[in-house]
């Protein structure tokens, strides 16, 4: 059974950092693109960033420069670190694979991000 297990959410002040993480588990997922998306009260589900398996990465434009997205292949983990973060980052970020870009098939149960002003 495919897991995907985010952890590493809470509540920040507006300028602070969290550090998001997601454990794969029931398959290999080397070989899929990562990603993490968000979804705040009464907002439709946004895309944050992506990492493939060769560690191509693609971010929202809000997010560049701000949000690094990692890998461990040999963890079948992906990381988010987040950084200068504000109340507009509060949201349920979930983490997702697939095959490809575009392609999900796989998502977590997500995980809070609470930012104070």
């Known amino acids: 059974q495919v897991q995907l297990v985010e952890s590493g959410g809470g509540l920040v002040q507006a300028g602070g950092s969290l550090r998001l993480s997601c454990a794969a588990s029931?398959?290999?997922?080397?070989?899929?693109?990562l990603g993490w998306f968000r979804q705040a009260p009464g907002k439709e589900r946004e895309f944050v960033a992506s990492?493939?398996?060769?560690?191509?990465?693609y971010y929202a434009a809000s997010m560049k420069g701000r949000f690094t997205i990692s890998r461990d292949n040999a963890k079948n983990t992906v990381v988010l670190q987040m950084d200068s973060l504000k109340p507009d980052d509060t949201a349920l970020y979930y983490c997702?694979?697939?095959?490809?870009?575009?392609?999900?098939?796989?998502w977590g149960q997500g995980t809070q991000v609470t930012v104070s002003s």
């Open positions: 997702a694979a697939g095959p490809r870009q575009g392609e999900f098939q796989y």
């Open positions: 029931g398959r290999t997922f080397s070989t899929y693109t």
């Open positions: 990492i493939t398996w060769i560690s191509n990465t």
